[in-house]
């Protein structure tokens, strides 16, 4: 699922990995890439603004089939045995049988759904609303994984554009309110809420015991998951509007839009190491995926990097020519991103 588990911590372990990516295929949608891919069984799924999610081959990027929503997707989809589970701008949430792309099951939510939901053994956890600034409505909706039924839900003043993530029987997600809030999984009961100087749009990322996130107050807060307490704040020079962050090895990294990215020490917040990326005007960084001893991220500036996690080390780049946006996803030996701007879902190997 988006960041690779219901944790949000963008991490795929991984014993060997190439430190070199060969594109194998790429394939064109009718809109733009919004969705970060899910692969799973053999099949890369992704929506994208033309209004259909799409199963593509892993080994040879053809389509094996479509599903057609009444809006743009801008969610990344969630897989569990043979369902794909996702949401749509339509205002309605899916269950599809990711082999034959055959509906099971939709719940009218109401409003916008960008967030991509977090699924456990008989839950889904989206967040709906907040598709734009300052747009009212919206919910963090817990859905039953067998027939959509909705169990709860919590509604603050903004919506969710944020993904939710679980741990521990809490669920916590940003909103555009600029509050983030841990709720009770069971209950949907308000467990904490801590207040950002700006709107949450980043997916909070949960790892011993604590919860990383980015504001639009271009700060990253580390904070303690059972009570909300802070345990460290970092700065960058601009927002972190759209980055959420990965967690791997005792790092937190993320991408800003000042053009840099970094990896901090999880415990303190310290910098362990930076890139940045040297234009004319700030470039901004995706969020990042490490896999096994590598991380990867995309940015505004058309290009694909892969750093050694540990020290910052460049060690491939790949030039797309197209800005990129959704986060990357591993599976089945497979890399896939899309470019976002280009209509186009990249996959290398």
Not at 15 to 29: A, D, G, H, M
Not at 114 to 133: C, K, Q
Not at 249 to 276: C, E, I, N, R, S
Request: a negative charge; proline letters at 4%; aromatic letters at 12%.
């Amino acid at each position: 699922m988006f960041r690779s588990n219901e944790q949000r911590t963008g991490y795929v372990p991984a014993s060997t990995q190439p430190q070199q990516w060969q594109l194998q295929w790429r394939f064109e949608t009718g809109g733009n890439v919004f969705s970060t891919p899910a692969i799973a069984g053999g099949l890369v799924y992704f929506g994208s603004r033309d209004k259909q999610v799409y199963a593509v081959d892993v080994r040879t990027g053809q389509e094996r089939w479509r599903f057609v929503t009444q809006r743009g997707i801008s969610a990344a989809a969630a897989i569990l045995a043979d369902t794909l589970y996702i949401g749509s701008e339509d205002g309605r949430f899916y269950a599809i049988e990711r082999h034959t792309g055959q509906e099971q099951w939709q719940t009218a939510i109401g409003y916008p759904i960008v967030s991509s939901a977090a699924v456990t053994a008989d839950t889904i956890f989206v967040g709906s609303g907040g598709a734009r600034p300052g747009m009212p409505g919206g919910a963090l909706h817990a859905l039953a994984l067998a027939d959509g039924r909705e169990r709860w839900q919590f509604a603050p003043p903004l919506g969710f554009y944020s993904s939710p993530a679980v741990a521990d029987g809490v669920v916590v997600c940003g909103s555009r309110d600029g509050q983030l809030y841990a709720l009770d999984a069971q209950t949907g009961a308000l467990r904490w809420a801590f207040a950002a100087g700006s709107e949450i749009v980043s997916t909070p990322a949960i790892a011993d015991d604590a919860v990383y996130f980015a504001g639009g107050d271009a700060h990253l807060y580390a904070l303690d998951l059972a009570s909300g307490a802070l345990k460290w704040a970092w700065q960058t020079q601009q927002a972190l509007v759209d980055a959420s962050p990965a967690l791997a090895q005792g790092l937190v990294f993320l991408g800003g839009k000042d053009g840099a990215f970094y990896a901090l020490q999880a415990q303190t917040g310290q910098p362990q190491w930076q890139q940045h990326i040297k234009e004319a005007e700030p470039a901004s960084f995706g969020s990042p995926l490490v896999v096994g001893e590598i991380v990867c991220c995309g940015c505004s500036d058309g290009r694909f990097y892969a750093w050694e996690a540990a020290t910052g080390q460049e060690l491939w780049r790949y030039q797309m020519g197209a800005r990129i946006w959704t986060s990357p996803a591993f599976g089945d030996g497979l890399l896939a991103v899309g470019a976002g701007s280009d209509r186009c879902v990249y996959a290398f190997r």
